[in-house]
């Protein structure tokens, strides 16, 4: 069965440097999206992408977060100044359309700033 | 707005016991509604989904009706097995926009033998 797939799985990080969490959607989805979920709280949307363009991002994708899916199979989020309120779980997820659409999510990367 | 609100675990059950999960959403427009579970060490899977007013959704055994008039999708099971042990997420999609997805806390499922 296809499924997403995140790289790495955990990854740790000093405040200020950038990080890149990598995603590999199920291959005939379209839609691709990034959530995070910070210890003990809900899980929450970031972005999501669609057509090589963001199609909708939350308050919390600031400047410092970016988006990009450079060939045929990855996506990845940037975060480009690392803060200690960053640390949290991300969780990458695909679609292949949008009204009633189930998102298959991936396994996540942990990310520690510290 | 959109936003999911769901009992607060853990729950802990003896297995053969009869599972329910509260989950209740308030919604702008009209939503799909799903449950995630979530085992040890691994992402978010799908468990059911109901897109539409008094749809059932059931997958190994779970069961959650899309009840409109009390703007809840309570996740059941008749018998729970220690297999059963993860947290589970009820979740609405926006359907205003890009499926954007809102999620409940979660819910901690224990069950012993």
């Known amino acids: 069965e296809p499924e997403v797939t995140q790289t790495p799985s955990h990854q740790v990080t000093q405040m200020g440097q950038e990080v890149i969490l990598r995603c590999v959607p199920i291959?005939?989805?379209?839609?691709f999206y990034w959530y995070r979920q910070i210890l003990g709280q809900k899980v929450e949307f970031l972005v999501s992408?669609?057509?090589?363009?963001?199609?909708?991002k939350s308050e919390i994708f600031d400047d410092q977060f970016s988006v990009e899916r450079p060939d045929g199979s990855n996506f990845t989020l940037k975060i480009r100044s690392t803060k200690l309120e960053d640390s949290a779980m991300y969780f990458c997820?695909?679609?292949?359309?949008?009204?009633?659409?189930?998102?298959?999510f991936g396994p996540g990367t942990r990310l520690l700033v510290l | 707005g959109n936003s999911v609100t769901q009992m607060e675990g853990p729950v802990t059950l003896s297995e053969e016991a009869f599972l329910t999960i509260n989950c209740t959403y308030t919604?702008?427009?009209?939503?799909?509604l799903f449950w995630y579970v979530q085992y040890p060490g691994e992402g978010l899977q799908l468990l059911l989904k109901a897109t539409k007013a008094d749809d059932k959704g059931s997958n190994k055994g779970f069961e959650a009706t899309y009840r409109k008039e009390t703007t809840s999708f309570h996740l059941e099971k008749g018998s729970v097995q220690v297999s059963d042990s993860a947290v589970y997420f009820c979740a609405l999609s926006d359907q205003e926009g890009f499926n954007k997805f809102y999620f409940g806390s979660g819910t901690k499922l224990n069950v012993k033998p």
């Open positions: 919604a702008t427009g009209y939503p799909s």
């Open positions: 291959s005939n989805h379209l839609y």
């Open positions: 992408f669609y057509n090589n363009e963001i199609s909708e």
């Open positions: 997820a695909s679609s292949e359309g949008t009204v009633q659409e189930t998102q298959y």
